[in-house]
């Protein structure tokens, strides 16, 4: 129990420093140790104890207050007040302000004994009973420091009205903070508050009180005008909060979500928490297109005379052909109803939907992405160790007693193996080793590489020859047949051409998981986007120049084709990875196990096929309604299937950084590749002649441009025309719009820079101030040895704790010194304030003010110990101050 | 609402709305599944009464936890320590587990939950426990004595800043804020 105080004690950094010999000839001079007694060290300390024995007995008799002192630091804005007022609001300032620290100067030292173990801030407390217990939950974070402040029953009578008197006092002062601000603020900040229930009410009545003799006062001005506005703002309020209501009533799968990380925890359910992401984007895709484009199409369209048989489900083709669902059944003309004589242009609904969409898209992954990024990337560098990790390592989400076992069993090898981890990293790689591992590296990436080459190569030499087979003469069926060798093929890539990855991943020998997971990632990327890519230019190079009556519509049924077979596959992949490898495992093979759920090739499934989706979104427009069908069946199948045969992942998945990296990929290749597909086929490639809206330009892009032209002459839409030709048609504006975002990542980037560096600094900050607390500690030590050895008999006899006397009074330095960097070690790492510097050099004089006498020396022994501190850390390794 | 269970008013409902992170209907929710703990002749009056420790960990939501526990403790304004917990003590444990809880109030918590003895710092015996609780108190799992002091060694290297041999909150918030999984993993849905 007494480990970090022994530890401080033997840390050999001060006993052997010549500094402390100096500094402990100096003790004998009693006049210094008086000094130190009086001023910096106690006051502090002193004070704190107030705060807590006033509050104790405050508490019995005014059950109401509350110690809003004790709230101010929790609340980000008032920082600024709390930082000055602390020091001011100190009862000692001026040490005549209590008699009994006059009286007694040894008080602070014998108090302590009164210490009760279980005496915590938080806990319950005698003193406490009679209130109702609503003071049992008091901890925040400026009582983490008082924690070992506890109430002197000798001093409590002393002291307790004055200190009343300041917490009012603060108390006031914070609820004036409240009450000035907008009471969405103030919601949000009393909801911040780690608090009970009743005294969070008691805080927002008090608020309120103040607010309404404030707006008593302020009634006579009142005008109509800002009762209009408050009303608006209100009925505003209500509305939101109502719509928002309703939205929750609309979220998908919550229970379904609930019961997948109650059982698998959050890793799996990231996976299922992406696909449900996905499909709100198709959902809000198919609302667009087919009330922008679909709706109208079909007011106008004719009837059908193709027969469906069942094979055009698979292919896409025959019937599908003549229907909404791709593209050359759309008209070119304007639908005009002849009742009201208001037209509708097919070829500008077309184009502009389609951009907007995509132009709404990029926004929302842009959006989300930098959120994630935000979120989970916003520190530079993070712990090389993952021990500190465990700190925060419980899923909570876990419910399921089961998978709450095999969680903890899973942990515990982990921490094992880690352990041992540790120590075999010590033994360093030799030189041939590192080369043999290097060259196994580089095989696997060029073997990855070449397999991918390889897989595309073939694809597209299929896809030509598969178009030559369709220009031949035979009979519709086997036509039909033919067109579904392609996908297939592609879709057996996708799914075998991972597995040789896995075992490349076998071969090579990584260090740390992690690599392994992102190297499989990024292969398994490259080879699906290569593959796409391949399509894409077989589609744009050979079909969109070949003689065929309507290549878009071709070009539409590919993609269904592609994203048809590839649902089919991932439902006998679940099948046959998870049902039958369940069955092998259990029943033939045991060393096998139950298969884990693999979220990495899972994930990168949803990108594959979302990418050909948005590809198709322009070939067939109502391909996103294919891609809602197919995710609901595949976000059922999958689940049951989890249910059913998967045992939650035994290794520790980084669900949002990986969620974040999925994001990006999404975004990268993905997004990114369709843009330029789009940018090619609208800018670049000539629409079929026959079919679709487009049939007579020669290229898309010129419906625009000829709708421009017309607006041209009317003078009332010129802006529009201005806008067209200055901002979206020239190339100035975007070269200009591209340095100015370049010279703003650049400032960002510098502004990250100097952080890092502002970080660095502050936390060897920190690392001083701990040696001088230490340093600090050691002297209250020997000073206490020498000078309460008669009483400590008597002590110990008082005493209810476990603890030893020492370290009572040692604990309670350590919190008074803690004091500066409880209060302001967020803002440290959240705002990497420079303004925190200042205060916690000049911990000990703030303290001391009032104590003119004590300063000196006061001042003198902290910058020693500064001094010292600064010695040993140039000694020391850089490593040691860098997390 | 099982029909004999009475409704919340409503000013109160707006009240916990603006007290707690929870919506209208994590409200309503959490007001069903409490009452449903409590005797049937005592759901009308609700909000006066207390439902024993035993009874919360009935719940599926705490019954596996490994903290159960210190979750029942942290949040209980029990004037006896036992644990039990009122409606609004509910509402605040629901509300420091939600989704729209800020990661700072949740790290605040997570701190408390952690800190087993209550003294407002966590030493070597509260990250003992702390890792039995997270590996499990049975035999095979558990960690041997060495281990165990090589994991909490390397715990206090990495999370202790000032060195002092324990972790203080500020300290804990400061390892949270580098983990990001943190925030979707403290969570409790009912």
């Known amino acids: ?883 | 609402m099982g029909g004999s269970a009475s409704q919340l008013p409503r000013d109160l409902l707006g009240e916990y709305q603006e007290l707690t992170f929870l919506t209208k209907q994590e409200i309503l929710l959490a007001h069903k599944r409490f009452s449903e703990l409590l005797p049937k002749e005592e759901r009308e009056s609700i909000l006066l009464k207390r439902v024993p420790k035993s009874k919360i960990l009935t719940l599926p939501e705490l019954r596996a936890n490994p903290f159960q526990d210190r979750i029942c403790r942290v949040f209980s304004t029990s004037e006896h320590g036992d644990g039990s917990m009122s409606f609004e003590d509910f509402l605040d444990l629901l509300s420091v587990f939600s989704d729209s809880a800020t990661s700072e109030i949740k790290s605040h918590y997570a701190f408390r939950i952690f800190d087993f003895d209550d003294d407002g710092t966590l030493d070597k015996k509260d990250l003992e426990k702390l890792v039995n609780c997270l590996t499990g108190e049975g035999d095979e799992t558990r960690l041997s004595e060495s281990e165990m002091d090589q994991l909490i060694q390397n715990i206090l290297e990495e999370s202790d800043i000032d060195k002092d041999g324990t972790i203080n909150l500020s300290e804990f918030q400061h390892v949270i804020s580098r983990s990001p999984d943190f925030a979707s993993s403290f969570k409790i849905v009912l």
């Open chain 1, 1 to 883: 129990m007494s480990y970090h105080y022994n530890e401080a004690f033997e840390n050999p950094d001060y006993h052997y420093s010549e500094t402390l010999e100096i500094d402990r000839s100096k003790e004998r001079n009693s006049s210094f140790q008086q000094n130190l007694h009086d001023s910096s060290l106690h006051d502090d300390s002193y004070d704190s104890y107030e705060g807590h024995s006033g509050r104790g007995q405050r508490n019995q008799d005014y059950p109401m207050a509350i110690p809003m002192s004790s709230m101010q630091p929790g609340f980000r804005y008032s920082h600024s007040t709390s930082r000055s007022a602390v020091p001011n609001t100190n009862p000692y300032g001026n040490p005549h302000t209590n008699p009994s620290f006059e009286y007694e100067p040894e008080l602070a030292y014998t108090s302590p004994s009164t210490f009760h173990a279980m005496d915590g801030p938080y806990v319950r407390r005698s003193s406490d009973m009679s209130d109702g217990g609503s003071f049992s939950q008091r901890y925040n974070r400026r009582q983490a420091d008082l924690v070992y402040r506890m109430p002197s029953s000798l001093l409590r009578l002393d002291s307790n009205a004055e200190t009343y008197n300041e917490d009012k006092h603060k108390q006031e002062k914070l609820i004036k903070n409240l009450a000035s601000m907008s009471s969405r603020e103030r919601i949000k900040a009393i909801q911040k508050t780690p608090k009970t229930m009743k005294e969070k009410r008691d805080i927002r009545n008090k608020v309120l009180m103040e607010k309404t003799k404030k707006s008593v006062s302020y009634s006579t001005q009142i005008n109509c005008c800002t009762q209009c506005l408050y009303k608006t703002a209100l009925s505003y309020r209500r509305f939101k909060s109502g719509l928002s209501e309703y939205f929750h009533l609309l979220q998908l799968w919550q229970k379904t979500l609930k019961v997948i990380g109650g059982k698998f925890g959050t890793s799996v359910l990231s996976y299922f928490v992406f696909l449900k992401w996905l499909l709100t984007f198709n959902i809000f895709s198919f609302l667009v297109n087919f009330s922008f484009i679909t709706i109208p199409q079909l007011i106008a369209s004719g009837p059908n005379n193709l027969t469906f048989n069942g094979l055009e489900l698979l292919t896409g083709a025959g019937y599908f052909k003549k229907t909404v669902l791709y593209y050359g059944f759309y008209t070119n003309s304007t639908i005009t109803k002849a009742e009201n004589n208001s037209s509708y242009n097919m070829q500008l609904a077309y184009i502009f939907t389609i951009g907007i969409y995509f132009i709404i898209c990029f926004f929302s992954l842009v959006y989300s992405m930098a959120k994630s990024f935000h979120k989970n990337f916003i520190n530079p560098q993070t712990y090389a160790g993952s021990a500190a990790k465990l700190l925060c390592i419980w899923d909570f989400n876990i419910t399921n007693e089961k998978a709450v076992k095999l969680k903890q069993s899973n942990l515990s090898t982990q921490i094992k193996e880690s352990l041992s981890e540790v120590t075999l990293e010590v033994l360093n790689l030799s030189l041939k080793q590192k080369i043999a591992r290097i060259t196994v590296h580089l095989v696997a990436w060029v073997a990855s590489l070449g397999t991918a080459a390889a897989c595309c190569a073939g694809v597209y030499f299929l896809s030509r020859n598969n178009l030559q087979l369709l220009e031949g003469n035979k009979s519709e069926l086997e036509k039909e047949a033919a067109t579904l060798v392609l996908p297939i093929v592609v879709s057996l890539l996708n799914l075998l051409i991972p597995f040789c990855f896995a075992l490349f991943g076998l071969i090579e020998k990584f260090q740390y998981p992690r690599h392994e997971l992102y190297v499989t990632v990024i292969r398994n990327i490259f080879l699906k986007i290569s593959i796409i890519g391949i399509l894409c230019y077989y589609w744009l190079n050979d079909v969109a120049t070949s003689e065929e009556e309507c290549w878009e519509s071709l070009v539409g049924q590919d993609i269904y084709r592609l994203i048809v077979i590839d649902f089919i596959f991932c439902l006998l992949g679940s099948f046959f990875g998870e049902f039958v490898r369940r069955i092998i495992g259990t029943k033939c093979c045991k060393k096998l196990g139950v298969p884990e759920f693999d979220i990495a090739r899972n994930v990168l499934d949803l990108i594959y096929t979302q990418t050909l989706a948005w590809i198709g979104i322009f070939f067939a427009p109502l391909m996103p309604a294919m891609q809602i069908i197919s995710f609901f069946i595949i976000f059922y199948v999958k689940k049951v299937s989890l249910m059913r045969n998967c045992q939650p992942p035994r290794k520790v998945w980084r669900a949002s950084q990986m969620t974040t990296l999925f994001i990006f990929l999404l975004f990268f290749p993905s997004f990114t590749g369709v843009l330029s597909v789009m940018g090619v086929t609208i800018w670049r490639r000539t629409p079929s002649k026959q079919c679709g809206p487009f049939q007579g330009l020669t290229s898309v892009i010129d419906a625009v441009s000829g709708w421009i032209h017309i607006l041209d002459s009317y003078s009332s839409s010129k802006w529009v025309v201005w806008i067209y030709r200055n901002l979206i048609g020239s190339v100035h504006f975007f070269f200009i719009l591209t340095v100015i975002v370049l010279i703003i990542t650049y400032l960002y980037w510098q502004i990250i820079e100097g952080r890092k560096i502002m970080v660095r600094l502050l936390h060897e900050q920190i690392i001083n101030e701990g040696k001088d607390k230490m340093f600090l500690l050691n002297k209250l030590r020997a000073l206490q040895t020498s000078k309460l050895d008669p009483s400590k008999g008597e002590q110990q006899e008082r005493s209810s704790s476990l603890y030893q006397p020492s370290r009572q009074a040692a604990l309670q330095m350590t919190a008074s010194l803690e004091r500066p960097f409880g209060r302001n070690g967020r803002d440290y790492y959240a705002e990497s304030s420079s303004a925190g510097i200042p205060e916690k050099i000049g911990l000990s004089p703030a303290d001391a003010e009032g104590h003119q006498p004590a300063i000196s020396e006061t001042l003198a022994l902290a910058l020693r110990a500064r001094q010292q501190a600064e010695w040993e850390m140039e000694d020391d390794d850089d490593e040691d101050f860098r997390p």
